[in-house]
């Protein structure tokens, strides 16, 4: 029994648990799904939720009651490109600093529960823990940063096939993970930018580190300093001390002499 459990958690067999949010962790029932959402307490992957400004949805709000296909009538393709590029850019940048990423994906989806949606998917799981307790909260282009762990670390059951030959019939409506492609050489520059600044952090700290050394070694020469002029000051007092008893005795033999 434990057996066949195990083999269809997950699955459209699985009458407990909701296959969708197990693939792409999100559903478009959310809370009133029928099925159990299992949120992870730890994942190396984490989902910041509707960050990204999809074009369309933005034309939508600026151009009033309009269908999806009216809207996409209206967004300039090359800006929204330029725009897309520059946010994965600066996302990746801010997520490197954090760990190494495996993957970074932006959603294409318009589908309530899925639209802007970002996928940061880490080395490891302590990697992603960093990064969701600093980003919770947060705030990026002017709306709250709403961070979590996801159930999703393969991607491949979590993509729409037919999305990325470019013959999905859904559309932006489709549950599965339209995954907004990304230059290659965008993403090796990224990485090549991202071991430059951990190598520069590296040395300032190690900088740092020999700085903060040679105060700690000049504080106690400086103590050493202060003991020692301490020392040779009382040395004198006892020397001069000394002086004066020797002296005394010898006036005292003296006298002793004449008498």
Known sequence: MAKHLARIHGTE?????C????????????????RLH????????????????????????????MTTTEAEKLVD?????????????DVYAELSKFGK???LHVVDNLGDHMIGHVYANFRDEEMASDA??????????????????????DFREARCRDYDEESCA??????????????????RSLDDDAEEDKRRHTWEKEQG?????????????????????????RKRRRYHQDDDKRRSRRDDSDDDGRR
């Not at 949120?39 to 960050?51: D, N, Q």
């Not at 393709?77 to 850019?89: G, I, M, S, T, Y």
């Not at 969701?132 to 670390?153: A, H, I, K, M, N």
């Not at 580190?209 to 000051?233: F, L, Q």
């Open 77 to 89: 393709k090359q800006k929204a490109q330029e725009d897309f590029l520059l946010f994965f850019e």
């Open 170 to 187: 859904r559309g932006g409506f489709c549950n599965f993970l339209h995954v907004k492609p990304v230059p290659m050489c965008l993403i």
């Open 13 to 17: 067999e699985d009458k407990v648990n």
């Open 19 to 34: 296959p969708f949010y197990h693939k792409i962790g999100a559903c478009r029932h959310s809370d009133r799904c029928s």
């Open 132 to 153: 969701l307790q600093v980003l919770q909260g947060r705030y990026y282009d002017g709306r709250v940063c709403q961070v979590e762990f996801s159930p999703v670390t």
């Open 209 to 233: 580190d020999r700085e903060a050394r040679r105060e700690r070694r000049k504080k106690r020469r400086e103590e050493r300093g202060d003991r020692g002029d301490k020392d040779n000051e």
């Open 38 to 65: 299992h949120k992870p307490a730890f994942s190396p992957t984490i989902l910041m939720k509707h960050l990204y400004r999809h074009p369309v949805r933005q034309a939508e709000m600026m151009g009033g009651v």
């Open 101 to 103: 990423l495996d993957a």
